[in-house]
């Protein structure tokens, strides 16, 4: 999407629906510490597939530390999860999923736990004290919640455009994060390289169920969009909406209109 000729400045959300705040938000929320947080943008549509080279010296200071926040984050994030419920980002599609998972562990576990110890960790939720009269928790692997997990992440997936700009500074990136944290160089590019597979690096990801804004660029805003909200609220505003899937387009606001206030609008039903 957009102009081909340069790399476009999109804020991307996790395509495993772990995270939806930008990276510079999720590090500052990560209190990672101030050598790893991102740092101010650079016009990014300065650099062309002519310059990118030539221009390395302004360019590639932020491009490693986006991925040393990226990095900083995952690593983090993996660990917190592998704490609370043993699972890896990698065994989860979504957040929703490893929610799931945990109360599914923790059911099981449930089973043998000593009464009294597992009261005290378990204050919130007296019911389930009682190992003689568990009340089941829906897991992961019960049919309906498979099928809500599914069509709550079906649709809204749009792959950007994905350019790179090749650089040789992944070893002293790798070693930055080790010091950071008890993983081995080679495990922290384990970790990246399994954290992108699903995602492809970028994917714009928008919720299926209404439209919402997802991405704007230098000169042009585009939005994922469901047909109907298209079509009853923002033709005059539209130049142009390829179809994404059999409900969603991404739509391009006209230039004159690319400030424009473009939530849907509350349903007036009542």
Not at 65 to 73: F, I, V
Not at 78 to 93: G, W
Not at 105 to 133: A, S
């Amino acid at each position: 999407m957009g102009n081909s000729n340069y790399l476009q400045n999109i804020n991307s959300i996790c395509s495993y629906r772990h995270e939806k705040s930008s990276l510079a938000a999720w590090g500052n929320s990560s209190h990672l510490p101030m050598n790893l947080r991102k740092i101010t943008d650079i016009n990014i549509a300065k650099y062309t597939e002519d310059n990118w080279e030539s221009l390395g010296h302004e360019w590639e200071p932020y491009a490693k530390r986006d991925t040393l926040c990226l990095g900083a984050c995952l690593i983090k994030y993996n660990k917190v999860m592998k704490e609370v419920v043993f699972q890896n980002i990698s065994n989860n599609l979504t957040a929703p999923s490893l929610s799931l998972k945990g109360w599914y562990y923790l059911y099981h576990y449930n089973k043998k736990m000593v009464e009294e110890e597992w009261y005290e960790t378990t204050r919130m939720v007296p019911k389930h004290t009682e190992k003689e009269n568990v009340e089941k928790v829906y897991s992961h692997t019960h049919p309906f919640i498979r099928y809500f997990i599914r069509q709550s992440i079906k649709g809204g997936s749009v792959s950007a455009n994905r350019k790179s700009f090749e650089t040789n500074i992944i070893d002293e990136i790798c070693n930055i994060l080790k010091e950071y944290t008890e993983l081995e160089s080679s495990n922290i590019i384990d970790l990246f390289k399994e954290y992108s597979k699903s995602s492809k690096c970028m994917k714009l990801l928008g919720n299926p169920l209404y439209g919402k804004s997802i991405q704007k660029d230098i000169t042009t805003s585009r939005h994922l969009w469901c047909g109907a909200t298209l079509k009853t609220n923002f033709d005059s505003h539209v130049k142009s909406y390829p179809k994404v899937n059999e409900t969603q387009y991404i739509v391009e606001i006209n230039e004159e209109d690319k400030e424009f206030h473009c939530t849907p609008p509350k349903s007036t039903n009542t």
